[in-house]
């Protein structure tokens, strides 16, 4: 069985820096595209950043470009999310989420099949 699980959350002040992690369990890393989507309570969900199962094509919201870096390590099972220059309104509950594509998408959460728990990032201004 399919299983995502997310760590690397926490509280930290703004221009700071946070790396998530999230390691993935029943699932041949090499055939899913990955990516990192967030939430704040009340408000829709939001892709942040995608991957392709071999890492070689990367995408970014408008938000985080230039101060967010997602990568993967097949052989550690495991994706990456280093947030730097962190602002208050990066604050939300970071999901990872893994689909069966090859293309790196983060405008429709649907089309991912795995999700993980979340974990929440705070940054205080």
């Known amino acids: 069985q399919a299983q995502l699980v997310e760590s690397g959350g926490g509280l930290v002040h703004a221009g700071g820096s946070l790396r998530l992690s999230c390691v993935v369990s029943?699932?041949?890393?090499?055939?899913?595209?990955l990516a990192w989507f967030r939430q704040v309570p009340g408000k829709e969900r939001e892709g942040v950043s995608c991957?392709?199962?071999?890492?070689?094509?990367?995408d970014y919201a408008e938000s985080v470009k230039g101060r967010f870096t997602i990568s993967r390590d097949n052989a550690k099972n495991t994706m990456y999310l280093q947030m730097n220059s962190l602002k208050s309104e990066d604050t939300a509950v970071y999901y990872c989420?893994?689909?069966?594509?090859?293309?790196?998408?983060?405008?429709?959460?649907?089309?991912?099949?795995?999700w993980g728990q979340g974990t929440k990032v705070t940054v205080s201004s």
């Open positions: 989420a893994a689909a069966s594509f090859f293309i790196c998408t983060f405008v429709e959460g649907n089309l991912y099949e795995y």
């Open positions: 029943g699932l041949t890393m090499d055939y899913y595209s």
């Open positions: 991957i392709t199962s071999t890492g070689r094509s990367t």
